[in-house]
């Protein structure tokens, strides 16, 4: 890589690692690096997965969806997220360039072991699903006093 430096002096050192780094992503990662929106290509919705020890949060973004557009399923500890997002009507004329995703997407996620489906509820508000999945009694962490 120095050598190559030597050859352009037009270029920086953080141009060849930045060049390099999409060379990667695009080996390893099949596509391009995220954008300024943080989302690789083919990762709608965004989504975020936190837990507690008495349950699991995700939240998924997807403004422009009508919930019930989303289909959930949960089959071990696999959650499914499919769902439809309709393009917008262009009354006046034609786009020329379009950056909202419109169309069928999916995205499965893999959960911790100790979730309980039975114990799933589901709010969407102002584009943000958010789904709390509780956890086994069993698996939580039980303190211990001691006499």
Do not use: K
């Not at 050859?7 to 995220?34: I, K, V």
């Amino acid at each position: 890589m120095l050598s190559y430096l030597m050859r352009n002096p037009g270029r920086s050192l953080f141009e060849e690692f930045d060049r390099l780094q999409n060379d990667l992503d695009t080996l390893f990662g099949g596509g391009a690096r995220a954008s300024i929106r943080g989302e690789h290509a083919g990762s709608y919705p965004a989504v975020n997965v936190g837990a507690t020890p008495e349950e699991v949060h995700v939240y998924v973004f997807a403004p422009g969806v009508a919930p019930a557009d989303f289909e959930l399923n949960i089959q071990q500890n696999v959650l499914t997220i499919a769902g439809r997002r309709a393009p917008p009507a262009d009354a006046n004329g034609t786009g020329f360039l379009r950056e909202r995703f419109a169309g069928s997407f999916r995205r499965v996620l893999t959960l911790p072991e100790d979730i309980d489906p039975e114990r799933t509820e589901a709010s969407c508000r102002d584009g943000v699903l958010h789904l709390r999945i509780g956890r086994r009694a069993a698996s939580r962490p039980r303190q211990i006093a001691i006499n």
